[in-house]
């Protein structure tokens, strides 16, 4: 060792020195020092234990309701395969429309769907535990912020039972991996989204200066859903009628809602917070806090027009993905009347403005040839009603009647259509997302009182979303009488005013009419609709990751 | 005399006068000298023990630069001075030093040198001599990559050593092979070798690395090589090391080639006439086909009429070309001696906008202090550009209806051929500036060392390996391109900065006790760090064009913003020692103890031990006497080995931002995304193998057989859980895999005459058999995951495909629910229902066995090498069969064999416009990957020394070669395919480059 010292000393080559001893600098730091893991840029989870990281988590329970409601999962799953809508041309989710074979566990919607609620309730059990113990937090805010995870944690929870039935009633946050997990049945998960909703509503606001959060009034709007939906399950009673009553009745009476004048209001852009809403799924044109969603439904109904003569994409109009097509049943049966009731006018887009000018051939129009246009001109007009080739050839550009429609072109549903996107092709679109309007609870309210034999009752409230609906002047003429309120009155006035906004599906397994109305109104489905169809399957992800697979997660039966 | 000139003034007439006398006297003094040590021609032959002539020795007068090569027929001429001394060297020969004195003829035989079997291996922190050798190493060196066009590092290896794989899929410039040693082992750590540039252990890519600087690859196979890597060794260690320059006449190189490359085929798609077809059967299976007029558009009809049919494929595709080109300085001196070069890479891709730019600088320098100190530095200096890393064309090229309009009258290309309002013009993706898909990489990567010799034996030494990259990828897509059809231009960046360094302390002390024990201890100390820092914007609404991405200030729209680092340390201990007895008996054991900051906080440290036995047989007696054995050792090492290659903060429960707005105001929240797991620590193989190494008959046949059995436990796993847990998935350490295989790597010398003619073949054989042992619930199949006990740890496992529905089946196809002319699926558990339990195994990307051959032939300076590898027994998935095989006459389609009422085929089911695509699918594309393929042929000439001499050279080598010329395979003459070569994944990608072919000439030039 002298030698070594020596020779470094004799040589004075400092530079190697200070090399050396920076390196045993370096490495002689403590283990556990160097070792730590420090996150930085991520957010580790005791971030929910702070004041903050709890109010963000609260804000993070409501965004999965984007993962369902205004996407094509929830278009998928509310609105295909019932007797008011059909498949359109496109989309690979025709299954839910056929019924067909394809309509199995491996679907990417019901996996879709599944996940993203359980990480919403995930994310409200995370609330509903931490909350207590938490410091620093005004015990009113604490409350509110609870109940809104509970009406959430409800509403997820109600919306999969309706499609799956019995479900994993998971109510604790979840750590580690567990697999040691059973099926719940239907009625518990009843009882449990029942529980949650009373609790939550004496600690929510009647109002809330931020739109959208779950207040008093929603969580009554849906206690009222889930009862009058208990009420035909087989664990229901008509107790589930009377109670269903109750809180509907306490919307409509005991908060500031009111009906629009005009039915068409209710489709106005930018008039997302309007009298008659009561629920609804936030979307903004902001595409940062869109974060990927955005309400999608504008691209749905929309036919495809831009191929048309004399037409092309434009943003006023919209992109086509022509998914939803309406049956004959929503032309011809539901949408009647039509000189006095305003609801198809309202509903439907009639006219396509040329955005070319030129001298085209006809397409689905033989009353002539050709078209001649300039850019402005009508260049199809969809009168919803048959016309005579005599009377399509006095006109200068294409009538496309009903009997005309196919995959491709078909009555266009106007409610969800959106100019205000960004740009032509982009696909987030900034409308809320109605989860239920008072007109919805009018005849909710209806329902349950023909359920309880009380006609006269009902009548009114029908009556009411009737009269809004008319033309101007034609009120008196919308107004039924006793002898007409039945509950096919219901199914058609529902058809009427809610058309394709997304209760149908689960209002016709509501009802146990979703085989026998398929099977009569919907061509393409009829063949194949069974018993098993009223529940969704089970993902397959699902029951083969938990202990015992099958056993002890039973896939619902048929599929 | 001196102070007297020093008095004078500067350029004063005496100054200059005494110099001129000066410098003329020293030089007739020199003169006189040289004069006086007469110089004589010497001549001569030199042969080698085995054979009369050598061409090519290198005949070299001692302590000078003078010296001159043999030529063809071992003659040698060289003026010389009396009494010196010549020093003739020739690969494969011992050097031998000739004293002249006063000869003028002088005939040498070379011995054969038997330390050629004693050549050098770089091992883990040392190298050893290959006799000595315990572990399972196997070596590529510089001649067999510099001799080939090579353009990465990985390439380098294909099939040159067993037990190696080199997959890559398609040609796209710039993309990197994937490399697996034997096999893999784990499902959610990497799979990658480590790889080791000049004994710094990397963090980042080795892309950036010029081939023709690698001197030496060792790729080490066993846990007994790897173990010193402990717990990056788990999948292998690849060891670079790169040319340093050596003592002596320094020498300018240049090395250069050009190749054209051109696409193999292309996919065939239906043209015009087909599609219309295939449009008019899709509407028939609906029942609404009526006639061409109201099924068409009026761009279709026209097109129909007039007989279009644009190859947009074609049309999209050019010749490519790749050049390379590299200057080199080395040489020194006994003190110091450097090795520097230069190399400029292009390669242009078959695809427009698809290319790659490397330029590369290094500088290599060892320097000698004294005795006992040296010190060094091995640096490179990358600046990359490529292009199209994310670009390509061809995707909306096989959708597009190849009846459309591709351009207006006016010759302008028609963005919308059709009036399907989601295809574009596919040429328009390919205007310049429409699209921009660029990655700039900087990189910067020294290895410092210093040594310190500090007593006889013992050595310390320190590594340093600061690497720094730079990287900026940016992205624009246009107004007109297929991703924003028409809406305002959108564009990226993403900034990456890395910082990465390694520091290591290493202490080697060798010892002989006794003339028959040796012994060798080192220990190292290392330390590696890591820091990522990532930031990226996207935007869109960018006003102009030209714009590009370079003022996100003026986009009307912010898409997304985001930041973030990532680091993770590494600290880590080792011993080994090696013990040999009488150089029979050879013994290695080696311990590493690691710590790694991604594990959890109690198990952040694991240890890996393991040990080695060799017998070196052909020293014991009884084979020594065997002449025909030159080399027979056997070889046992079992240890353990780590594997921590899964990202930072696994262990830590995350939560994750999610976007939601009240009103109009945003809402941003947070909500639990991933499962922590505190207790995550490292996966560890043991690793068993046997091997021989052997080499019989001077060298005629040597080589080496390997088997081995890896057992993997504690696999970090990120097993599925079920979703109503409100989590997709969790990293654990659960189950088991094994690997056990068999490799075979032989070289013969088949031919070598006196006439210079000379064969020799280069052969590797090896199996790699995967297997998953235990799983999370024990040896119970995980069929959510995909992953079956028995199995490889990637499997197709889905619907067969039987065939299609034909006319006389329409009853049965009806009670499953199938229609006519639709695939027929295999009703597996023959309950009468097609559901998911009908899924059965068909295959895995894994091959029952993969070899390669190599033959070279050379005669006096010309040489011939061909390769051919196979892989055979592998799956594949060929997306070409789903995503562009829709059948339903909306999007064009691979000419397939589709039914019909009139064509009762079994291939492909019936168009049918009411589908997107034909249902199971998935069944459609699962075809046998095996392939054979010629990697290449190379044909090269070494010109004499004489020539290269008068053209002012050292030496000169021209060459062509062919890469991949051939390709058989029944995906590719039963199924249309391209080329059946996959990643283990065995995706075929619709999205893919074609495989190319390259022809190639090149030049090896020193001075």
Redesign the interface.
């Known amino acids: 060792m002298k030698n070594i010292f020596k020779s470094i000393l004799k040589l004075g080559k400092l530079a190697k020195i200070a090399v050396l001893s920076m390196a045993l600098m370096l490495t002689g730091q403590s283990c556990e020092d160097i070792l730590a893991e420090q996150v930085i840029s991520d957010i580790g989870n005791d971030y929910i234990n702070s004041p903050v990281g709890f109010e963000d988590a609260s804000k993070a329970a409501y965004s999965y309701l984007r993962a369902y409601y205004a996407q094509e999962l929830g278009m998928t799953m509310m609105q295909m395969g019932t007797d008011t809508y059909t498949q359109g041309a496109d989309g690979g989710y025709k299954k839910y429309n056929l019924y067909n074979n394809d309509l199995d566990p491996r679907d990417r919607w019901v996996r879709d769907l599944w996940r993203e609620f359980y990480r919403g309730i995930n994310t409200c059990n995370a609330i509903i535990e931490r909350g207590p113990k938490i410091e620093g937090i005004t015990p009113a805010i604490l409350a509110t912020r609870i109940a809104e995870a509970k009406a959430l944690r409800a509403h997820y929870y109600f919306v999969l039972v309706q499609h799956f039935g019995g479900l994993d009633l998971r109510l604790t946050e979840s750590f580690g991996p567990i697999t040691e997990i059973s099926r719940s049945t239907e009625e518990a998960v009843y009882t449990q989204v029942l529980k949650d909703y009373t609790e939550a509503l004496p600690n929510l606001p009647k109002s809330s200066s931020e739109w959208g959060r779950y207040t008093q009034l929603a969580a009554e709007a849906m206690l009222a859903k889930v009862h009058i939906t208990r009420a035909t399950r087989s664990f229901g009673s008509a107790a589930d009628y009377s109670a269903a009553e109750s809180f509907g009745k306490n919307v409509i009476n005991n908060y500031d809602r009111s009906l629009l004048p005009d039915f068409a209001s209710l489709w106005e852009l930018g008039n997302d917070e309007h009298s008659e809403a009561i629920f609804s799924v936030q979307f903004d044109y902001d595409l940062l806090s869109a974060g990927g969603a955005g309400n999608r439904w504008h691209l749905y109904y929309l036919m495809e027009y831009d191929t048309q003569p004399g037409l092309g994409r434009v943003l006023a109009v919209g992109r086509p993905w022509k998914r939803l097509r309406p049956t004959d049943y929503t032309y011809n049966k539901a949408m009647v009347n039509r000189d006095v009731d305003a609801r198809y006018d309202k509903s439907f887009r009639k006219v396509f403005y040329a955005t070319r000018e030129g001298t085209f051939p006809t397409t689905l129009d033989n009353s002539k040839d050709n078209i001649t246009l300039a850019v402005g001109d009508t260049a199809i007009y969809m009168p919803g009603y048959e016309m005579s080739k005599e009377e399509r050839a006095k006109r200068p550009y294409q009538v496309y009647t009903p009997s005309m429609y196919q995959f491709k072109q078909f009555g266009v549903l106007a409610k969800f259509l959106d100019p205000l996107r960004a740009s032509i092709n982009e696909t987030r679109g900034g409308r809320d997302f109605m989860v239920t309007r008072l007109a919805d609870i009018h005849l909710m309210v209806a329902e349950t009182l023909i359920q309880q034999n009380k006609n006269a009752e009902a009548l009114e409230h029908i009556n009411l979303v009737r009269r809004r609906a008319a033309f101007s002047g034609k009120e008196a003429e919308m107004n039924l009488t006793v002898a007409d309120v039945n509950m096919e009155l219901i199914y058609d006035e529902r058809a009427r005013e809610l058309l394709g906004e997304g209760h149908r599906w689960t209002d016709l397994k509501r009802w146990g009419k979703l085989i026998e109305r398929v099977k009569l109104y919907n061509e393409l489905g009829a063949p194949n609709i069974e018993e098993k169809h009223n529940y969704r399957p089970i993902p397959q992800g699902q029951i083969d990751l938990v202990d015992g697979g099958n056993a002890n997660f039973p896939q619902n039966p048929g599929y | 005399m001196k102070k007297t000139l020093q008095k004078r003034p500067k350029g004063s007439p005496q100054r200059l006068w005494s110099r001129q006398v000066f410098f003329t006297l020293s030089s007739l003094a020199f003169f006189i000298l040289v004069s006086m040590q007469s110089i004589a021609q010497v001549t001569g032959t030199v042969g080698g023990e085995d054979e009369p002539n050598l061409p090519g020795v290198s005949v070299v007068v001692k302590g000078t630069t003078n010296g001159t090569t043999t030529d063809m027929n071992g003659d040698f001429k060289l003026n010389a001075p009396a009494n010196s001394t010549l020093v003739l060297s020739f690969v494969g020969y011992e050097d031998q030093e000739i004293a002249i004195g006063n000869r003028t003829i002088i005939n040498v035989t070379l011995a054969i040198d038997a330390a050629s079997l004693d050549e050098v291996v770089v091992v883990g922190y040392g190298t050893v001599r290959k006799s000595q050798m315990t572990g399972a190493i196997s070596s590529v060196k510089a001649k067999d990559i510099s001799d080939l066009p090579i353009t990465n590092t990985q390439q380098a290896l294909q099939g040159r050593v067993a037990g190696v794989d080199v997959m890559q899929a398609g040609s796209r410039p710039g993309s990197e092979p994937r490399v697996l040693i034997r096999g893999r082992r784990s499902f959610g750590a990497s799979n990658d070798p480590l790889y080791v540039l000049d004994g710094i252990p990397l963090a980042g890519g080795i892309g950036d690395i010029n081939p023709n600087d690698i001197a030496s690859m060792e790729v080490l196979k066993d846990a007994s090589a790897t173990a010193i890597y402990g717990s990056r060794g788990a999948n292998g260690v690849v060891l670079i090391s790169t040319k340093r320059g050596e003592s002596g006449k320094g020498t300018v190189s240049y090395d250069a080639y050009y190749g054209l490359s051109k696409a193999h085929n292309t996919i065939q798609l239906m043209n015009g006439e087909q599609f219309a077809e295939a449009k008019r059967e899709a509407y028939r299976a609906s029942g609404?086909y009526v006639d061409d007029a109201s099924l068409f558009?009026?761009v279709e009809l026209d097109g129909i009429a007039s007989g279009r049919s644009t190859d947009y494929l074609g049309g999209l595709l050019r010749n490519g070309n790749i050049q390379n080109h590299q200057i080199g300085f080395s040489g020194g001196n006994d003190n110091t001696r450097f090795n520097m070069s230069l190399n400029y890479f292009k390669d242009n891709g078959v695809i427009p906008n698809q290319d790659f730019n490397r330029n590369v600088l290094r500088i290599n320098l060892d320097h000698k202090?004294?005795k006992?100190?040296s010190?060094g530095m091995s640096t490179f200096i990358n600046y990359s550009i490529r292009n199209g890393e994310n670009f390509n064309p061809l995707s909306g090229a096989l959708r597009e209806n190849p009846l459309g309009e591709t351009y207006n009258p006016d010759g302008s290309l028609n963005f919308l051929p059709t009036?399907?309002?989601l295809r574009s013009n596919p040429f328009s993706e390919i205007v310049d500036g429409a699209i921009v898909d660029r990655r700039r990489s900087n990189r910067s990567f020294s290895g410092l060392y210093?040594t310190?010799n500090?007593?006889k034996g013992l050595t310390y030494r320190?590594n340093?390996g600061p690497d720094f990259t730079i990287e900026k990828y940016d992205r624009f897509q246009g107004t007109y391109t297929n991703a924003?059809?028409?809406?305002?231009p959108a564009a990226q960046t993403n900034n990456e900065t890395r910082f990465n360094y390694a520091?290591e302390?290493i202490l080697n002390y060798e010892k002989n006790l006794g003339e028959k024990h040796t012994l060798n201890f080192t220990g190292v100390?290392s330390?590696q760090k890591d820091r990522r820092e990532l930031s990226g914007i996207s935007v869109?609404?960018i006003p102009s064009e030209a714009q590009q991405f370079n003022n996100f200030g003026n986009a009307?729209?912010?898409?997304?913003?985001s930041?973030?680092?990532?680091?993770?340390?590494l600290?880590s201990y080792l011993g080994r020692v090696n013990y040999g007895f009488n150089d029979k008996y050879l013994l290695t054991v080696s311990m590493r103890a690691d710590?790694?900051?991604?594990f959890g906080n109690n198990t952040?440290w694991g240890y890996f031990p393991a040990a080695a036995l060799a017998w070196n047989m052909s020293n014991e007696g009884f084979i020594r006497d065997v002449s025909a054995i030159d080399l027979m050792k056997l070889r046992v090492s079992y240890g353990a080995i780590g594997n921590q290659g899964i990202n930072?903060?696994q262990?830590?429960?995350?939560?994750s931002?999610?976007?939601?707005?009240?009103?109009?105001?945003?809402?941003?929240?947070?909500?639990?995304n991933t499962?922590?797991?505190p207790d995550l620590k490292w996966e560890s193989s043991t690793t068993l193998n046997v091997g021989l190494d052997f080499s019989l008959y001077r060298g005629r046949i040597s080589g080496s057989l390997e088997a081995y059995s890896v057992n993997t436990r504690d696999l970090l796993l990120s097993?599925?859980?079920?979703?109503?847990?409100?989590?997709?998935a969790?990293t654990?350490n659960v189950g088991q895999t094994r690997n056990s295989g068999f490799e075979a790597t032989i070289s013969t010398v088949n031919v070598n005459n006196g006439s210079g003619f000379k064969w020799a073949t280069d052969f590797t054989f090896f199996t790699n058999k995967e297997q998953i042992i235990e799983l999370?619930?024990g040896k119970v199949d995980?069929?959510?995951?995909g992953w079956f006990i028995g199995k490889p740890l990637s499997v197709i496992y889905d619907f067969e495909k039987t065939g299609i529905w034909q006319t006389n089946e329409a009853d049965e196809a009806q009670s499953?629910?199938f229609a006519v002319g639709e695939n027929k699926i295999r009703d597996a558990n023959n309950d009468g229902?097609?559901?998911?339990d009908d899924r059965v195994f068909q295959g895995s990307g894994v091959p029952d066995f993969s070899g390669g051959i190599t033959n070279r032939f050379s005669y006096k300076g010309l040489d011939l090498s061909f390769f051919v590898f196979a892989r055979v027994g592998q799956t594949i998935r060929s997306n070409f069969h789903t995503s562009n095989n829709t059948l339903f006459g909306r999007y064009n389609n691979i000419l397939v064999d589709y039914w019909t009422p009139t064509n009762p085929t079994n291939d492909f089911p019936r168009p049918n416009?009411?589908?997107?695509?034909p249902?199971f699918n998935s069944s459609m594309a699962i075809f046998d990957g095996s392939f054979l393929k010629v990697r290449n042929i190379n044909l090269g000439y070494q010109f004499p020394a004489s020539i290269a001499s008068k053209l002012g050279m050292q030496s000169l080598r021209l060459y062509s070669s062919i890469q991949q010329p051939l390709i058989v395979s029944p995906y590719i003459s039963r199924w249309g395919g391209i080329d059946p070569e996959t990643d283990i994944d065995a995706q075929i990608s619709g999205n893919v480059s074609p495989s190319t072919w390259t022809s190639t000439i090149g030049l090896n030039v020193k001075f």
């Open positions: 609404n558009s009026a202090i004294n006992i100190f010190v009036e399907d309002g210093a310190a500090i007593a320190v340093f924003r059809r028409l809406a305002p520091l302390n100390q330390l869109s609404g009307s729209i912010i898409q997304g913003v930041s973030r680092l990532i680091e993770s340390t600290l710590g790694s900051s991604v952040k930072p903060y262990t830590q429960g995350l939560l931002q999610r976007s939601y707005n009240f009103g109009s105001s945003a809402a941003f929240g947070y909500a639990p499962i922590g797991n097993r599925n859980l079920p979703q109503s847990t409100g989590f997709s969790v654990t999370a619930q995980d069929i959510g995951n499953y629910g229902v097609i559901n998911s416009e009411n589908q997107e695509s249902r």
